[in-house]
């Protein structure tokens, strides 16, 4: 088929591969533009774009398509007959939509309609959900509420992270969108009950606040892994939390109950297991506590 690829992050550079894989004509890839990123702040393009540029794909990223009567001209000039859409970062009007002949079709990290929105992955495993997946919809006007081609599921545990789970349904999302082209189901309306959202995360969402059960705080940990990250006070300090988990104890909120790195919380304890100091590389807690010991009766907000 011929098809343009509108997407940005890691999530979407296997579907973009896969695509090129089994042979189908990408003839344009629409990403967000080079954004300055890291301690440098050099400006980068995005993971998507480096992926096109390698496979000799024209990229184009405009501003909006919203606004921009020329994008979205050039757009239907491509004479498509499908565009996959994954993570891609901008809203799509009623006449970008309609311009390919089978329209839009996005991969959606979540079983719609549970988690529509930008962070479905993270909400999944906030929430304690035992099952993620990927679902392949047509895009309409609303927020992830198209009608249904394609889903496949994935079993949660108390170990996954959100990057476990960013490559699992990556992965799924890439195979998926091969089956939906190859097969173009009959679309299915989402379910009218059940909808829930995942707003998008920001830094602050990380603060880890020691009144919640430590199973919440476990969660939260894994969930925003590897970003925004959960962080915790040290005084004047932001220690970062990479990896944890609920242990048996009891005390107050914030305390820690020894000297190996066990924090109580509202109900229970967490285990602390890697901390980073700023500027400092990522540590075992071990390690950790033999280089900034820490007291057992220390608080840390």
Known sequence: ??????????????????????????VAVYCQPPRPAGRGQATLPCAVQTAAERLGIEVRHPVSLKRDAAAR???????LDAAVVAAYGLILPRDVLAA?????????????????GAAPIQAAILAGDEVSGVT??????????G?????????LDRHTT??????????????LILQALDVMPTPVPQPAEGAT?????????GRIDWSRSAVELDRRVRALNPWPGTFTQLGEIVLKIHAAHPAEGSGVPGTLLDDHGLVACGEGALQLDRLQRPGRGVLPTAEFLRGSPLPPGTWLG
């Open 1 to 26: 088929m011929r098809l343009a690829f509108m997407g940005s992050p890691e999530f979407a550079v296997p579907a973009l591969e896969a695509l090129v894989g089994a042979g189908h004509d990408v």
């Open 73 to 79: 001209a050039a757009f239907a000039a491509l004479d």
């Open 100 to 116: 390919p002949r089978l329209g839009c079709l996005n991969i959606h990290a979540s079983l719609l309609p549970r988690w529509r």
């Open 136 to 145: 392949i919809m047509q895009v309409d006007e609303g927020l992830d509420t």
């Open 147 to 155: 009608p249904m081609l394609l889903a496949d599921r994935v079993a």
């Open 162 to 175: 959100a990057s476990s789970l960013h490559d699992a349904l990556a992965a799924m999302g890439a195979q």
């Open 197 to 205: 959202y995942a707003p998008k995360l920001s830094r602050d969402d």
